[in-house]
């Protein structure tokens, strides 16, 4: 049963784009909208770090080392969560997973999708 369902993922060179996608397809859409919608990632012999939330309420926050470069939307109709990257960086280089969380209902992750900044 997939919940969560991420794409866009890739090499891409520094001072390069991509944009991640995360669509949530087992969910009705009072339930997503009820769900706050966050990107973390993980690089090798790290711990996994939040990197973007879209918040139920509206609000989105954002890791320091992203702001200004990376941008969390919502496509209510799609039921999708994207991730803008742009002017990436080798140390973006991570698996990054989408997460769906209902507080104190539902919490689903993603399977992880690979994204390496390199020339």
């Known amino acids: 049963q997939v919940h969560l369902a991420e794409s866009g993922g890739g090499l891409v060179q520094p001072g390069g784009s991509l944009r991640l996608s995360c669509k949530a397809p087992r969910v009705i859409l009072s339930t997503f909208r009820a769900s706050d919608m966050g990107w973390y990632r993980q690089a090798p012999g790290n711990q996994r770090e939040l990197v973007a939330v879209?918040?139920?309420?509206?609000?989105?926050d954002y890791a320091e080392s992203v702001k200004g470069r990376f941008t969390i939307s919502r496509d209510y109709n799609k039921k999708t969560v994207h991730l803008q990257m742009n002017n990436l960086k080798p140390e973006d280089t991570a698996i990054y997973f989408c997460?769906?969380?209902?507080?104190?209902?539902?919490?689903?992750w993603g399977q992880g999708t690979q994204v390496t900044v390199s020339s």
């Open positions: 997460n769906r969380n209902w507080p104190g209902r539902e919490d689903y």
């Open positions: 879209s918040r139920s309420d509206g609000t989105t």
